[in-house]
């Protein structure tokens, strides 16, 4: 048998805001997950005016709003293992944490490429964003939206020309789909040639990280601390919370306050798999793509990823699952 690839176990880890592996059937019990509460205001605002420091402001069906600045460069090139080669597991896992390096956004801070927060609705075409100020948008007589009112907290009121991008995604796991996350537990597991080595469960990602860590010194004799690889980094950068919205936003919010914005659409006519694009470029071969299996058991999230690797007649498969739940 040979060596289990540390690094490339732990560059999984290291790199994951999201990487699953099946764990259950779909269950249609679908009366366990409510309609999220803000369903009616959720829409995508994108501005146009060129004096605007905003690019787009969105109401999400949970309640929270993601408003991108300008200058927010979506794309970037994928992480890479700590041994200078790109890790061959979780595409998914490597482009969210390559972007979690570059992005410097955090919750309601000012000026930041992402501002994410509560919202509250004040009436029907006015919204109060908190720690951000006010939102009215102002429709034709049609009732379609020309423009915003910003009123930052504690500033002056300004008008940019912005448009409401259509919902182009409405079916029954869309609707379980499209709300806020938050993480419940993790579980990790390893194959060799079909047989299990390696299944650690936790209630959160930086505890998964040192019990597989205790496991690797309790079963491998050639264990050395450095196969673990830098595990501190997984416990400052670990993601807290997930969004998916109607207009194909996918965000994600991580422990150390940085956000990630990302987009998705099914990619199956069951609405079994979403696939992900960070340059919003489904057809490139460019690594900033890749495929998650979705499954709703009860009022839970369950989202799949699992690399396998064969060479020389041996195989190895390693799977990481997140169980998660609705923020409300």
């Known amino acids: 048998m040979k060596k289990f690839n540390y690094l490339a176990i732990f560059g999984l ?4 805001a999201l990487g699953f592996t099946s764990c259950s ?53 994928p992480a890479k293992a700590a041994n200078g080669k790109k890790s061959p597991i979780s595409l998914l896992a490597k482009n969210m944490m390559a972007k979690t390096a570059k992005t410097k ?7 930041s490429p992402i501002l994410y927060g509560t919202y509250t609705k004040i009436d029907d075409n006015t919204y109060n964003l908190a720690g951000f100020g006010t939102v009215k948008v102002v429709t034709d007589g049609n009732g379609n939206a020309v423009s915003l009112d910003i009123t930052p907290a504690g500033g002056q009121t300004v008008t940019y020309t912005a448009t409401k991008q259509n919902k182009n995604l409405n079916s029954t796991n869309t609707n379980r789909l499209c709300r806020t996350w938050k993480i419940d537990g993790c579980r990790m597991y390893v194959k060799y040639n ?18 597989i860590e205790a496991w690797m010194k309790a079963n491998d004799p050639e264990y050395e601390p450095g ?102």
Request: with cysteine; net charge negative.
């Open 13 to 16: 880890l290291l790199t994951a």
């Open 194 to 211: 079909g047989r299990n080595m390696m299944d650690i469960s936790a209630n959160s990602m930086e505890e998964l990280v040192v019990k």
């Open 25 to 77: 059937d779909d269950d249609d019990e679908g009366g366990a997950l409510d309609p999220p509460a803000f369903e009616a205001s959720a829409a995508k605002y994108e501005i146009s005016s060129n004096n605007s420091p905003y690019a787009s402001i969105e109401l999400t069906e949970s309640g929270n709003y993601i408003i991108v600045n300008k200058g927010y460069n979506t794309a970037s090139a």
């Open 227 to 328: 196969d673990a690889g830098d595990i501190e980094t997984l416990k400052e950068t670990s993601p807290q919370q997930l969004v998916f919205t109607k207009t194909g936003t996918y965000m994600v919010y991580y422990k150390n306050s940085q956000l990630a914005v990302s987009t998705w659409r099914w990619c199956n006519a069951q609405e079994t798999q979403i696939e992900y694009s960070w340059d919003n470029n489904f057809d490139s071969d460019n690594g900033l793509n890749g495929k998650v299996d979705v499954a709703f058991s009860g009022n839970k999230l369950l989202m799949t990823e699992k690399e396998t690797e064969t060479e020389d007649g041996e195989t190895l498969e390693t799977g990481l699952i997140f169980t998660m739940s609705e923020v409300k």
């Open 105 to 111: 956004g955090h919750r309601v801070a000012p000026y």
